[in-house]
């Protein structure tokens, strides 16, 4: 199968995170194996995949801030009676900086590979890495199956060392 791939692919190839999974992966024949290369190498699925994770880690920490911000500030609006504008400027600001930076982003990291349009959608909090997933891998059951296969092997890495890191970190300590 490696035959088949021109040096630059394999360099390529080695490159991403994805397409490794997938030359390595048991559950692909070798012609799947080589379809799903060209089609990584060729249409930049890794890079859609790493700014679709990058997205949904950018929404899980803009969704703790959300839920301190935002109830800390109506609190704070609510205990001193007073709604104006230095109360609501800060989440106003948060809201249009994140929509900005994210639009920016996405804009930098998969230009000429999305429409604006793409990218508008993309920006919506919470939704963005769905709806870049859907857009690139829906057309393509072999593809949306190994991309399926991938996350949940990262998921599953990224639970396993987030256990190993409070196992060790609340390890009991024996004295000799």
Not at 144 to 155: N, Q, R, T
């Amino acid at each position: 199968m490696k035959s088949n791939l021109s040096y630059k692919e394999k360099c390529d190839c080695v490159r991403s995170n994805f397409c490794t999974y997938v030359n390595h992966e048991k559950s692909f024949s070798s012609k799947e194996k080589i379809y799903l290369i060209q089609i990584i190498l060729n249409d930049n699925i890794s890079g859609v995949l790493y700014v679709s994770s990058i997205l949904a880690a950018w929404s899980l920490i803009v969704t703790i801030i959300d839920f301190i911000l935002f109830p800390g500030i109506i609190i704070y609006a609510i205990y001193h009676g007073v709604i104006d504008y230095k109360v609501l400027t800060p989440p106003i600001l948060f809201l249009v900086g994140n929509v900005v930076a994210k639009f920016i982003y996405i804009s930098v990291s998969l230009k000429g590979k999305v429409m604006y349009y793409d990218i508008i959608i993309s920006i919506l909090p919470y939704a963005g890495s769905a709806y870049l997933l859907k857009k690139f891998l829906i057309k393509d059951k072999l593809l949306s199956k190994a991309v399926y296969d991938f996350l949940k092997m990262k998921k599953q890495r990224i639970k396993n060392q987030f256990v190993n890191f409070f196992r060790k970190k609340h390890a009991p300590i024996l004295l000799e």
